[in-house]
Every structure is written in C-alpha cells, then in structure tokens.
C-alpha cells in the first residue's frame, strides 16, 4: 500500500540551532515528492518539490534547504533555525508522477522555533 | 500568474444544515486542473477531488458535491446535510499545464458544524 511516513509530528527547537525532518514513502517508484509550510495563518507555502534523486527545485529563498538522498526519501534541513521558521511542515506526494495528479500529504511536522 | 481565492474565511453552521464554499480562480492558461483539500483539526491535508478544465459536469460523492463553472471561473463544494466530523479547514487549488509541479493554494475556509 501506498504510504507517508514524517517525523517528528512536533519539535521544539531554539534559535541558531540545525534541522532535520525526514519524509519516506512506501509503495510506490520515482514519485515527485514535496515540502510544504504552513505559518500561524492558514495560507500553504511550497518550499521544496523534486522528481528524482538529487534533483530538488526551490520555490522560495530561504534559510532551509532540501535533499532527496534515495528515490523515497525527501529531507528537510537547516543549518541556524530563525524564529519565523516556525510552523506546520508537510511533506507530499505525488503517487503518480505526472504533473497534474493529486498531490498527497503525510501527517506533518509542527515546529516550534524559542 | 495563477491565483485561488476563497472569500469566506470562516463558516459557521448548526449540524444537517446544508453549507457552500465558494472558490474562485484566475488563470489564463486553457488547460488547468481544481483541487478541494480538507484538512480536519489533526492536520493532514486529505485530497478529496480533482477536476479538469475541460470537464465541467458537476460531481457527487455522498454528501458532498461540486459545482464547476468555467463562465464564472468558479468551483464551489457543497455540504450537504452537515455533520460536526465535517469541521475542518477546506482549501480549494490551481494546478495549470505552464505552472509545472506549482499548486497554486486558495487561504481556505474553516468550517465549524456545531451539534
């Protein structure tokens, strides 16, 4: 079966410090995979999408940057978090990899930044 | 550029009533695919429909439908008989064949069914 797995669910982290969220699906090959963020508000940001190992696209500049290392597998990191990184971080995933199908979400990391 | 806009940022209805979120776009491309996500107080963002621009038959599943309207470039969801498992934020979202792998998101509407 087709399945997200993401964690941590939450995290606190204070200021300056490193960030790693980790995203794995199973069930399927070669998905287009994606990092989303969702600040306090209820707007979604599309920070990260790739199509293939070490192949990552960025949406928005920023302190965060993501790896795909294996086929199912999409990181999340940072070297110093800032306080407006926290927020709600989704990853998804597209089962299929055409563009235009629907995109699927694990169940989310909310981050705390002190 | 792409944009989703849903006007209501809140609703608030008495469970069993029926309940429509409105969701209106703006693209200039001819090919281009709708999206309703509900995203219930856990936090997951569940798909519930996809829709092409070239399928304007409305749709039902159960108590829920949608109404695509390509004149007003609109794509409503409905509730029909509303139950409080219903209380979520919905977000309507724009795909189009020149955004490539960018969803275009609508601010969502958060709907409360109070018993």
């Known amino acids: 079966s087709q399945t997200i797995h993401q964690w941590p669910a939450t995290l606190v982290q204070p200021v300056g410090s490193p960030l790693s969220l980790e995203c794995t699906v199973e069930?399927?090959?070669?998905?287009?995979l994606y990092w989303y963020r969702q600040a306090a508000g209820r707007g979604l940001q599309l920070l990260f999408y790739s199509v293939g190992i070490g192949q990552i696209s960025s949406e928005v500049p920023q302190n965060l940057s993501a790896s795909r290392p294996q086929d199912r597998q999409f990181i999340l990191s940072s070297k110093k978090l800032l306080l407006s990184d926290s927020g709600f971080y989704l990853c998804a995933v597209q089962w299929q990899s055409s563009y235009n199908s629907p995109l699927h979400f694990g169940n989310g990391t909310r981050l705390t930044v002190t | 550029a792409q944009k989703v806009t849903q006007a209501q940022t809140e609703i608030s209805v008495v469970e069993k009533e029926d309940v429509t979120l409105d969701c209106v776009y703006e693209?200039?491309?001819?090919?281009?695919?709708l999206f309703w996500y509900k995203q219930p107080p856990s936090g997951e963002l569940v798909f519930l429909i996809r829709?092409?621009?070239?399928?304007?038959q409305n749709e039902i599943s159960g108590r829920y439908s949608w109404n695509f309207q390509k004149s007003t470039s609109s794509f409503n969801f409905t509730i029909t008989a509303s139950q409080v498992v219903d209380s979520a934020v919905y977000f309507c979202a724009l795909l189009t064949n020149n955004a490539g792998n960018m969803l275009t998101f609508g601010g969502g509407t958060r709907l409360m069914v109070k018993p």
């Open positions: 693209t200039r491309d001819t090919t281009y695919y």
């Open positions: 069930g399927t090959s070669n998905p287009n």
């Open positions: 829709r092409n621009s070239f399928d304007e």
